[in-house]
């Protein structure tokens, strides 16, 4: 799920612990629950391995030599070629696309959820003149096709000077992540106590110091939710930046992917390309198993129960 | 006190309200006014023309056959996700008996499936195309080695090259990368379903395929029908866009056989220097996803049912 499509509206639900109690009188009802075992076991293997072995593919390829990429795909390599990474790395520019991926991703991260939780809480917390009218303004944006909005925003961005630049770039992501932030932030301020910010307002806090230092390590927990969602979007996007930066200097990781594997087509280096690969796959693999728990509960949460 | 909350409210909402006024409203309402005109894209200069590019679209045969493509896609893609997914989280989540004294609960090992399961899904679209991309390479993919290394050196398709198989291959791209979501979605969901709905029908005797149909299904509907509106704007949207550029070869496939609305759009606005036109097939594109919605909400919509 990208951060600027409509995710599937849901109420988080903690799964129920699995019941503990003795089960009700009654036998196993003989081959029936056999059978039915044994097919759907293998059923859920099979997809298990369909789901492993190509990305275990990958990243065999990426220490093999091109020769044997192609004559052998499915050997193992005879040594690691570890030049493959380097090269990739250097000359393929990787590093730079990596740099590129960690700036705009950064910027618009920060942004998102710095502006994403400012329009939220005044939208959950406060009473005012048009306030429906906003957030209906906000979430409606989440059922649009970006692509209807393309042509005219390339010359939007061309018009003010942005195209082919981080920054312009930046304000994009966080504009087209705004709509889930600001869906996903107005209920979680909802649900925040309201004594706590009156008491700091009593003591004299002014609404801007009781949002950024009562409200907002509140909602802690809602902020690394939504993002690590808008963090997984930012990182894998692949449209905006195609068309609204082509200059070849600012190229973000999956632009850069897309250029390695045709360029390395007319050369021929399968295995940087593959090396390449597992690189940009390497840190949401990491960040995916260590923080599996909160990943899955970030992109889950909110669809409808 | 009012006005300095006032003056708060306005300063707290004004930068996100820019921002997204700017980039996405403005564009947007922008787009429906030039699908009127003939604008190139690469000039200033433009006139009203009416109808004319809708008339033009609706005579244009690869808008007609993107157009089938992506409806097939909107029809095909949930329909095997969703099923599969269910399967899946049926069996992981109550497909397994008599485990730990447990009336319901899932098969052996279904926390170490959902793991793996979910991965595809934080991996970027772009990297799993390639990727496939690779595994469909007709001469060293890993496709084809794997028929020749059981024998079946003589059935060698040409997967993305073939127009008969090309769209084909994509949406099993797709499906691949999606299902882990819905099968840790729907687990979620099952979860909150009562054990003693499952404990009563087995005392019944229901087989689980009973149970599936008759307790899971219906529980889970609303989860089920925003999984399908989900499904639909993927398959109608960016990720079908960029499985289909980047995958296929031309791209839109041979003789435009994997070609899909959104693809078109690009590349009638990017390529064929005429943003005009693009932005009237993206209102059709709009057109499409709008009813797609309002078809699936209209037979979604059953008894809610209380637990």
Known sequence: MKATETPPVVTVKEPAPVSEAPAPGGKEKGSEGKTLNVFSHGVLIIWAILVVLPLLWAIMSSFKSDDSILSTPWALPDKLHFDNWSRAWSQAHMSDYFFNTIIVVGGSLIGTLLLGSMAAYVLARFDFPGNRFIYYLFIGGMSFPIILALVPLFFVMNNMGLLNTRHGLIMVYIAYSLPFTVFFLTSFFRTLPGSVAEAAMIDGASHTRTFFQVMLPMAKPGLISVGIFNFLGQWNQYMLPTVLNTDPKYRVLSQGLVELANSQGYKGDWSGLFAGLVMAMLPVLAAYIIFQRQVVAGLTAGAVK | ????????????????????????????????????????????????????????????????????????????????????????????????????????????????????????QVLSIVIVALLFQFAYNPRSGMLNSALKGIGLGSVQPDWLGDPSLALICVMVVLVWSTVGFFVVLFSAGMASIPKDFYEAALLDGASRVTTFFKITVPLLWDTIQSGWVYMGILALGVEAFTAVQVMTVGPGGPDYSTSILPLYVYQTAFRDGQAGYATTIGVGLLIVTMAFAAVVMRLGRRERLEF
Request: overall charge positive; aromatic content about 20%; hydrophobic content about 50%.
């Open chain 2, 1 to 120: 006190m009012q006005h300095g909350r006032y003056r708060f409210i306005v300063g707290f909402l004004v930068a996100p309200l820019a921002l997204y006024a700017v980039f996405v409203i403005w564009p947007f309402i922008q787009a429906i006014y030039y699908s009127f005109t003939d604008w190139t894209g690469l000039s200033p200069d433009f006139k009203m023309v009416g109808f004319g590019n809708y008339t033009r679209m609706l005579k244009d045969d690869i808008f007609w056959k993107s157009l089938q493509h992506s409806v097939i896609l909107v029809l095909v893609l949930p329909l095997v996700t969703l099923s599969l997914a269910l399967f899946f989280a049926f069996m992981l989540n109550v497909g397994g008996r008599r485990r730990k004294n447990a009336a319901v609960s899932g098969v052996r090992g279904s926390g170490f499936y959902k793991i793996a399961y979910f991965f595809p």
